[in-house]
C-alpha cells in the first residue's frame, strides 16, 4: 500500500520570503501522480500545483514550485514571495496511474501547518 | 457555478440519529468520493463509486452508506451516529479516464455529533 508522509506538522515563514513544505512517499508503482492541495480556514480543498511520475521536469505554478526526486521519493513544495493568503494547511497527496482497486483515491499525508508573519 | 457542492454545511445531532449529507457535482465526472477529514486533519477515503461499482474502505464502518441515484449525486447515510463520528466529511469528484487531473472538492461538512 502507499504512504504518504509529511515531517513538518507546522512551519512559519515570513511575508516574502521563501519556504519550502517536504513530502516523502512510497510506492512500488513506476506510474503516479503527486499534488500539493491547499486547506485555508474556510476548509475548501484547492489545488496548488501536480505533478506526473513520468515527467522529470519539476512544475512550476507562478510562486508554487515543486521539487521531485523520483529516486528518493520526495516531493517538496518551495512557496517563493510568501504572502498573508498562503496561510493554511497544505496537504501532498498521491494518485496511482492504475485504475486498478483505488479507483482513482487520493492518499493523503498528514498536513502541514503553514503560518505567515507580516 | 459551484462545482461539487455539499450541503448541509454544518450539521449537529444527537448520539443514535440517523443523518444524510449530500453531494451533487455538476462537471460531467464519473467518479465521486467521500473522504474523512479527523480532528487532526487527517483525510481519509471512506468510499469511491464509479459508474455501479462501488469501492468501499475496510475500516469504514457499515453504519455509512452511500447511495448514488445518478452520475452526479453520490449521498452519504449515517445510521446510528456515535461521537467518534464527528468530523468533517468531503465529497469530491474526478474523471476516471483522466488520472492526472485534480480530485475537485466540495466544501466539506462539519458533523458533530453530541
Known amino acids: 500500500a502507499q504512504t504518504v508522509t509529511q515531517s513538518q506538522p507546522e512551519m512559519s515563514v515570513q511575508e516574502a520570503e521563501t519556504v519550502t513544505l517536504s513530502c516523502t512517499y512510497d510506492t512500488s508503482e513506476s506510474d503516479y501522480y503527486l499534488f500539493w492541495y491547499k486547506q485555508p480556514p474556510s476548509r475548501q480543498m484547492i489545488l496548488v500545483i501536480r505533478q506526473e511520475a513520468y515527467k522529470q521536469q519539476n512544475a512550476t505554478e507562478n510562486r508554487f514550485s515543486v521539487n521531485f526526486q523520483k529516486a528518493a521519493k520526495s516531493f517538496s513544495l518551495k512557496i517563493s514571495d510568501s504572502q498573508l493568503g498562503d496561510a493554511a494547511m497544505y496537504f501532498c497527496?498521491?494518485?496511482?496511474?492504475?485504475?486498478?482497486?483505488?479507483?482513482?483515491?487520493?492518499?493523503f499525508g498528514k498536513g502541514t501547518k503553514l503560518s505567515v508573519k507580516p | 457555478d459551484t462545482a461539487v457542492s455539499q450541503t448541509p454545511k454544518y450539521l449537529v445531532t444527537q448520539m443514535g440519529n440517523d443523518k444524510s449529507i449530500k453531494c451533487e457535482q455538476n462537471?460531467?465526472?464519473?467518479?465521486m468520493y467521500w473522504y474523512k477529514q479527523d480532528s487532526k486533519k487527517f483525510l481519509k477515503i471512506m468510499f469511491s463509486y464509479n459508474n455501479k461499482e462501488l469501492i468501499i474502505n475496510e475500516t469504514v464502518p457499515n453504519r455509512f452508506s452511500p447511495k448514488s441515484p445518478d452520475k452526479a449525486h453520490l449521498n452519504l447515510h449515517i445510521n446510528s451516529l456515535e461521537l467518534g463520528d464527528s468530523a468533517v466529511y468531503f465529497c469530491a469528484s474526478s474523471q476516471r479516464t483522466v488520472m492526472n487531473t485534480e480530485a475537485f472538492f466540495g466544501q466539506g461538512t462539519r458533523l458533530t455529533v453530541v
Open positions: 462537471l460531467g465526472h464519473d467518479t
Open positions: 497527496a498521491y494518485r496511482s496511474a492504475s485504475y486498478g482497486g483505488s479507483q482513482g483515491n487520493l492518499i
